[in-house]
Structure formats: structure tokens, C-alpha cells
T-cell receptor
Framework: DTEVTQTPKHLVMGMTNKKSLKCEQH?????MYWYKQKAKKPPELMFV???????INESVPSRFSPECPNSSLLNLHLHALQPEDSALYLC???????????????FGSGTQLSVL | QKEVEQDPGPLSVPEGAIVSLNCTYS??????FMWYRQYSRKGPELLMY????GNKEDGRFTAQVDKSSKYISLFIRDSQPSDSATYLC??????????FGTGTSLTVIP
């Protein structure tokens, strides 16, 4: 099983709303990622969790708040977003072991977010 | 200079053609090389994975890595209209970051 499950698939929200994106994997991977992707661009890294601890935050605005409740789950809490935040939000995971090797990255199908 | 360079295309070929997609990179520490296929508004799907240099074949797809030239390729034989998508190369070394090319848009014309 190489599946990363993301919900919801589509989300429309107003600028004053609070919503959450959810991601789940059961591959035993210890690194989980949030990426943002605009049309015709590559995925842009937002956050990385390694062993349930936030290890990378790519200067993302505080209106995006990640959470890793356990090794299988990853959430992204959204609050007071702007229209320019409309994008495809991708969750991914990889089998990252301490001491370095980081091999394949598996993506979920994404959440298409529209901010009105 | 970007870590990974990829010609964005677009690339348009007739059905049955052989397609060649390429990426170059600058970081000699990269050891793991991936190709993803992405359909519009969907997540990238891992297509091929190669560790270090060499070739890997899976059905109609062949991935090549030349670490001495810092150059990787994906070949698609007997291309089909269903192969129409954006193809992303990605690579990593130690640490938990992956580096992506900009993606090449491919259209296979029936």
C-alpha cells in the first residue's frame, strides 16, 4: 500500500473562515510534508515533520498552522486566508530514517482550495 | 542557479512516438532520482525511482541517471494519449528535502 489519503478533495472558503485539511498514511513513514502548488508550477514546500516534530517551516505565513497528532496523521489548519492562497495543497510522506537516507516521496491526490 | 533544471516544454508528439524528457542538476550530493506524472488538478504520481547511476526499465518507461554529467532522463516508448500529462523530475540526497524540476507538459496526439 503506497497510499496517502487527503480530505477534502475540494474546499471553498471565505477569508474569515477557519478550516482544516487532513492527511493520513499507513506506510510507516516518519516524514510528512505539506506542499502548495499553483497551476503550471512545481510543488512548493511549506512544512516538514520528521518523527512527529516540525523540522522545516519555509517561512509560511501564520494563517497556515500545521499539526502532526501522530506518526500517521498530518493536519493543516487554515484561518483568515487570502485569495492568493488559492492553490492545490498536497500532502506527502517518505520513509526518512535518522542518519540520513530519504528515498521516495509519495503524494496524496491533493485538496483544491479556493479562497473567495 | 537552480538546483534542478527542466525544460518546461510544452512537448507535443504523435501517438506511438518515443518521448525523451530530461533534467539537469547541480548538487553532486543527490543520490535518489524520481519521475512523477501529474494530471491536471491531481497529485503527482511516482512513476520511476532510481538510486545512484544506471538505468531502470518498467514497461514502456525507462529512467536513466548519469551522475558524472548530472543528467537524468525518462524515455516513454509507444506513447499513448493517456500519457498526456505534466512530468516532474525530483531528487534528494541526505536530509529530508526533495528538489523538483519545473515540470514538462506533454501532449500525445492520437
Amino acid at each position: 500500500d503506497t497510499e496517502v489519503t487527503q480530505t477534502p478533495k475540494h474546499l471553498v472558503m471565505g477569508m474569515t473562515n477557519k478550516k482544516s485539511l487532513k492527511c493520513e498514511q499507513h506506510m510507516g513513514h516518519r516524514a510528512m510534508y505539506w506542499y502548495k502548488q499553483k497551476a503550471k508550477k512545481p510543488p512548493e514546500l511549506m512544512f516538514v515533520y520528521s518523527y512527529e516534530k516540525l523540522s522545516i517551516n519555509e517561512s509560511v505565513p501564520s494563517r497556515f498552522s500545521p499539526e502532526c497528532p501522530n506518526s500517521s496523521l498530518l493536519n493543516l489548519h487554515l484561518h483568515a486566508l487570502q485569495p492568493e492562497d488559492s492553490a492545490l495543497y498536497l500532502c506527502a510522506s517518505s520513509q526518512f530514517s535518522r542518519g540520513a537516507r530519504n528515498e521516495k516521496l509519495f503524494f496524496g491526490s491533493g485538496t483544491q482550495l479556493s479562497v473567495l | 542557479q537552480k538546483e534542478v533544471e527542466q525544460d518546461p516544454g510544452p512537448l507535443s508528439v504523435p501517438e506511438g512516438a518515443i518521448v525523451s524528457l530530461n533534467c539537469t542538476y547541480s548538487n553532486s550530493a543527490f543520490q535518489y532520482f524520481m519521475w512523477y506524472r501529474q494530471y491536471s488538478r491531481k497529485g503527482p504520481e511516482l512513476l520511476m525511482y532510481t538510486y545512484s547511476s544506471g538505468n531502470k526499465e518498467d514497461g514502456r518507461f525507462t529512467a536513466q541517471v548519469d551522475k558524472s554529467s548530472k543528467y537524468i532522463s525518462l524515455f516513454i516508448r509507444d506513447s499513448q494519449p493517456s500519457d498526456s500529462a505534466t512530468y516532474l523530475c525530483a531528487m534528494s540526497g541526505t536530509g529530508n528535502q526533495f528538489y523538483f524540476g519545473t515540470g514538462t507538459s506533454l501532449t500525445v496526439i492520437p
